[in-house]
């Protein structure tokens, strides 16, 4: 492919990154000692400038001076310090972007440093871009020292909160390379490291989504406003992270719209809902959790709804962007794309054949693609599309992905697992998944008969078949970047009985280090390992509900024969 074209495919992906990215962001924070607003403080100047009328002398030296004077004003008023920050154009900048810009000027006193860093983090804490002086202090020897505090605190509050997107970007005078340094030294309890001279990443997989950029101070406002956007967007130009952007982004902006639907003239309705549950017997404990997850599932509905319309969401997701995708991931066009069917060695090929993959319109145009070479296993074209139609299809990159192929099963498996649950102490109910040893086990147990518990009860589980192997059915994640493959068959063999005493009313796991723990009545310990979202815990359900219902015939063996 011609590499203009490959630059322009490239440059295309990026752009519509960068469109939904910018769309997305709200809010920047900016934190410098020297904030001006509007005109800088140093183009006023102390005392005014004397133009002396020139004499009539034919010398032509008043004009010289009058021309020397002019030079002297121009050069006062252009000769603004390279170490402000003038608010009004940065704000103004990013107003153009519809995003809202902060600024904070740094604390004097004793505590002033102090007072900064905690501003800061309040403010930071729900900014998507924080932008950082790093010479904010007077004294040179402590250069540095505001903008690490800020940034130490930032992503200790982000740790212990399992993470989130975070860009920060510190602007220096001093060299780049300086600065990258003094970060990595200051952050090593981070993981963190220099990437591609210019900035900071980290290992941790709380802080996988956090990075720091250093840029010079040199930089224009303009330019600081759209390195901050292209920052954020590199680090969310993505298939599924472009449509996330874009789905928050959806909800965010139609915020009114849903309230204006869920008013507070419903609160009568929603009150009646809760006093019906509260008049019967057998509802009344649980009355308030079953109307909360009435609400959720109303509005999760509305939500979901409103994302399978919108239009945002779904070009984000057009064939127009997997088309362009190719060249963004390959801009040099080589040969690293590749598609393993079932077992069979993975298929290589370029950019082009990628593209025609991802837009295929028809089973002729797809036959065409397979049979090309490198081609497909099949002895014909119609061999080929059977075995692309029955078999797995795995594509890579360059290198294994397997690993994210394991992720996004667990993501659409689980609700909840033992890396993102670490307050709450679960309750046992239908779709628990416990384990004991290197046995699984899921719960069956209708969710009516988990509460309102008064003595020992019974639970019905489905053990699972096999662990860790090839063949499985569900994935489940045991740890960062772990996961484990299951398989459960829905047969009368794998279901098994297991007793549990209720307290308060229910099956409540007990904190054990940084595991929870159920404990049954006859001693055995098991390990919560998170709970499957309800269509996959229902699948199951209905599985084996419908295993067990089977009903056997004696029948004439030849008429029986006949039917299959």
């Known amino acids: 492919m011609n590499t203009q074209v490959q630059v322009e495919a490239t440059k295309k992906f990026f752009d519509v990154s960068r469109s939904i990215a910018e769309k997305f962001i709200q809010t920047v924070v900016a934190v410098d000692d020297k904030i001006t607003f509007g005109v800088s403080q140093n183009n006023t100047l102390e005392e005014p400038i004397q133009v002396v009328e020139p004499s009539q002398d034919i010398s032509g030296i008043g004009e010289i001076a009058q021309e020397q004077a002019s030079s002297v004003i121009s050069e006062s008023i252009n000769n603004q310090d390279s170490n402000e920050l003038n608010y009004q154009e940065l704000s103004e900048s990013f107003a153009e972007k519809s995003i809202l810009c902060t600024a904070l000027k740094t604390f004097n006193g004793v505590d002033g440093e102090e007072k900064t860093i905690k501003a800061t983090l309040n403010l930071a804490k729900k900014a998507d871009i924080t932008i950082l002086d790093w010479q904010m202090e007077n004294d040179a020897t402590r250069h540095g020292k505001i903008a690490k505090g800020v940034i130490e605190q930032l992503l200790a509050h982000d740790v212990s909160n399992n993470g989130r997107l975070r860009l920060i970007l510190v602007y220096t005078s001093e060299l780049v390379s300086h600065v990258l340094r003094a970060l990595e030294a200051g952050l090593t309890s981070f993981g963190a ?86 008049s019967s017997k057998d509802m009344r404990e649980s009355s308030y959790d079953v109307a909360f997850d009435y609400a959720v599932e109303l509005i999760s509905e509305e939500l979901k709804s409103n994302l399978q319309i919108s239009k945002i969401v779904k070009d984000s997701l057009d064939s127009k962007s997997l088309e362009v995708w190719p060249q963004h991931v390959n801009p040099s066009d080589q040969i690293i794309h590749s598609i393993i069917v079932g077992d069979r060695a993975a298929v290589k090929f370029n950019n082009d054949r990628m593209e025609r993959f991802l837009t295929v319109k028809d089973e002729e145009a797809l036959g065409q693609v397979l049979s090309e070479e490198p081609a497909f296993h099949g002895s014909n074209i119609e061999k080929k599309l059977s075995n692309f139609a029955s078999s797995t299809i795995q594509f890579e990159l360059s290198q294994s992905s397997e690993q994210a192929h394991l992720e996004l099963s667990a993501i659409e498996c689980l609700r909840r697992d033992i890396v993102n649950n670490t307050d709450v102490n679960p309750v046992l109910k239908q779709g628990t998944i416990l384990k004991q040893n290197e046995n699984y086990f899921v719960c069956i147990q209708p969710i009516c008969d988990s509460v309102r518990l008064e003595d020992n009860t019974n639970f019905l589980f489905l053990k699972a078949e096999k662990v860790g192997e090839k063949k499985f059915s569900h994935v489940l994640r045991v740890g960062n970047n772990e996961y484990k493959t299951v398989k459960f068959k829905p047969l009368s063999k794998f279901v098994c009985l297991m007793t549990f005493s209720p307290e308060n009313k229910m099956i409540r796991a007990e904190k054990n280090n940084d595991k929870f723990i159920f404990k049954s009545v006859n001693g055995e310990n098991f390990e919560w390992c998170g709970e499957f979202k309800q269509a996959i815990y229902q699948e199951i359900v209905n599985a084996v509900s419908g295993s067990i219902a089977r009903v056997g015939f004696d029948s004439f063996e030849w008429l029986r024969l006949r039917k299959s």
């Open 193 to 278: 490291s220099i990437q591609e001279d210019k900035e900071i990443i980290f290992d941790g997989q709380n802080l996988s989504l956090c990075k720091i950029v250093v840029i010079n101070k040199q930089l224009e406002t303009q330019g600081l406003v759209n390195q901050s956007i292209n920052e954020f967007t590199h680090m969310t130009c993505g298939l599924l992270s472009n449509a996330t952007l874009a789905a928050i982004t959806e909800i965010r902006d139609r915020t009114h719209h849903h309230l204006y639907k869920f008013n507070k003239n419903l609160d009568t309705a929603y009150i009646s809902h809760i006093l019906g549950l509260v």
